[in-house]
């Protein structure tokens, strides 16, 4: 308590449609405690602090900080550097010190609360008294302990409805694209792809499997399935995520296409939807497309959740009054306090239970045959999309007696 | 004047954001004419008459209807098929006259609006009275005659919105993913991708670079103005159409990849975006990545254009009645009476002028490196997409001076 200073605030990772609304009420509360005397932004993450890149917030206008909670990406700028040693570390502290910085607010995924987790335990290590807190953030939803992760939602609204709209597209125009593959990002969680069943109000709506990265990938099941749904509809719509490994652990994608190993010799994800296409090709003989919204479907201002802005507004929010508190090397978490109606609040806790941990689609949100989302998941994700989807009209299609056909 | 029978509706070609809404406004009109006695939707376009596979209307709900005006893809169900031979002509006719249609009404695009001339000089030729209008629709903006198309102003508004998300996501994170590659639709004419430029509103705005169909492919010229931009900016983001071709007149996809030629021997589009990181990363040693919307940029209702929704739903009014007036084998088309302010109103074009022609994006709209749009391209699209983008905010980045730093 009491302890007066300047207040630093970073982004890292992955921009989302609402780590800037995270950081807006992480401003907007710091503004009210005297105790912080300036507000500084790191560009571009631990790199400004390392490189002493930091800009004065409070030669913002409150307009531009009130903008920034409907505003998607990192103004602030990303990063995704990972301090890498003693050097690192002593010059990081020497820029905190320096700036009379107490107040340091991170917003990032998993590796990002390494990184904060790391400064808290330098600071408390070089008796430095720093409050260091870190504010949920990541699309692919795989933060452990918190029910769900700012970002999360607004991914999911706009995924489903891109899905709902590709689907409606495929059961338009079957005569020439019968099926569709919809490529959604996550590396090792599902989280994502996941959410693309929210686009399905109806059975014979998109999306008609959903493959994800929890699951190994079989083609013959795969095959089969894809070859029942299309049988009874005629077209069909796959959601897949990027991270798809088969049963060797082998991404899908890299062992099919050498154009996805770059000239360092890294494997470049994404070609997943590709590979699939071609898979169906080779085996199905049908032409199918693939929609690979890719970086657009996680920083979308199109279809911005309200729940997950106001949650991650909110969340920025307690993570400054905990700093104030005394907290410190700490994460906000959204703890679900009721499903009907959806409630939820704010929690604690400390950033080594939540550090490089990787939380995965458990199986009771995943189908037995692998290849959907349980009603269990659905409910899960409903409430964080902000509200049902727009309602669109579908004809009752009464059709008229044949005269001429027999 | 006095025809008195059916109405028939039909939709056909790529599904659009409001090729529903043409056909709510035809709808809407027909049923305040007492000539038009029933009211016919055709499933699956043309196919929906040979097969005698038509809904009745009137039983549709009037909010069904009128939701119509909001719902994107073809709710009636689209089709690709060509009017073969004679057969099939006749067939057609027969529905047509079993089922006393005198009105029929085909939104469409330039194949589309072939179909419906060829059955209006085959009533013509056959002596049916039978007054057939067309209803302008395609994403692609390249029908003749008409200033635009219904369908063109909301997938430039989503693209404008996709790309400037993108783009912040790229200038956020640019210490990791330094260029990003948004692939469009487009098969021949560019109007499409060249309304990505709406996403610039300052200079370091994506896109940078604009590659168009109508300027053959040079890849050194591209490499050098990728180097430029990306040289001065730290990261570059490069809209490309999925129907770029070479120097050859080869499609660039389909030279470099042989998954994208099927076992038909067809070569798929799609693939550009691709192909230009593997230039990108063969030639500057740098990992790019695409974005691909696909499918879902072309039917999204995430971000309709008004403006585009309401000369939809005009124009297909219009089309209604101009066939009550008599008038047949035409197409209702958009007149641009006023630039400023933008004022739009109805003409009307002999399918003649229309079927199978191609409008492609002129010269003058293109800048003169062919590498991106001109101002006076950039006056023509901005009414279209219905109202300025979102107000984001962007921080005005008040440097502190450095302490440490020399």
């Known amino acids: 308590m009491g302890l007066k200073g300047n207040a630093l ?17 992480a401003i907007q509360e710091a503004a009210k405690h005297k105790d912080i005397t300036a507000m500084y932004g790191s560009i571009n993450g631990i790199l400004g602090v390392l490189n002493e890149n930091m800009i004065d917030l409070n030669k913002e206008s409150k307009r531009n900080i009130e903008l920034l909670r409907v505003t998607p990406s990192s103004a602030l700028g990303s990063s995704r550097h990972k301090l890498k040693n003693e050097e690192d570390f002593e010059k990081l502290l020497k820029v905190l010190q ?15 609360m390494d990184t904060a987790n790391k400064v808290h335990k330098l600071a408390v290590a070089k008796k430095y008294e720093l409050r260091v807190m870190g504010l949920p953030k990541t699309v692919d939803n795989d933060l452990a302990v918190t029910d769900h992760c700012p970002g999360y939602g607004s991914v999911s609204r706009w995924l489903a409805m891109a899905v709902r709209d590709a689907g409606l597209d495929t059961e338009a125009i079957y005569t020439s694209d019968t099926i569709k593959v919809v490529e959604t990002m996550g ?61 060797k652990g082998e991404y899908l994608t890299s062992s099919k296409r050498s154009i996805d190993t770059d000239k360092f010799g890294h494997k470049q994800l ?66 679900r306090d009721s499903e009907n109606p959806y409630k939820c609040s704010t929690g604690l806790s ?57």
């Open 270 to 335: 994404g070609g997943v939807g590709e590979t699939l296409v071609s898979i169906i090709a080779d085996n199905m003989k049908i032409k199918a497309r693939c929609d690979k919204p890719g970086t657009i479907q996680r920083v979308s201002g199109m279809a911005q959740s309200k729940v997950d802005q106001e949650e991650a507004f909110i969340s920025g929010a307690m993570a400054v009054k905990h700093g104030i508190e005394g907290k410190s090397g700490m994460m906000v978490t959204l703890v």
């Open 9 to 25: 605030f970073a982004q890292s990772g992955g921009p989302t449609a609402v780590i800037n609304s995270s950081i807006s009420g």
């Open 98 to 112: 320096a700036h009379d910085i107490r107040y340091f607010f991170v917003a990032g995924g998993n590796d990002s």
């Open 187 to 247: 590396r090792n969680a599902g989280w994502i792809t996941a959410s693309t069943a929210l686009a399905r109000l109806k059975e014979k709506d998109a999306p008609h499997i959903v493959l994800l990265p929890e699951v190994p990938f079989n083609q013959d099941k795969f095959l089969s399935a894809l070859d029942k749904v299309y049988k009874k509809l005629g077209y069909a719509v796959i959601t897949c995520c990027e991270g798809l490994k088969d049963e």
């Open 350 to 406: 400390d950033l080594d239970n939540i550090a490089n941990k990787e939380r995965k689609v458990p199986a009771e949100f995943i189908s037995a045959d692998g290849m959907y989302v349980t009603d269990k998941f659905l409910q899960y994700v409903t409430p964080l999309i902000g509200g049902p989807l727009p309602e669109y009209a579908r004809l009752e299609k009464n059709f008229i007696a044949k005269k001429l056909t027999k």
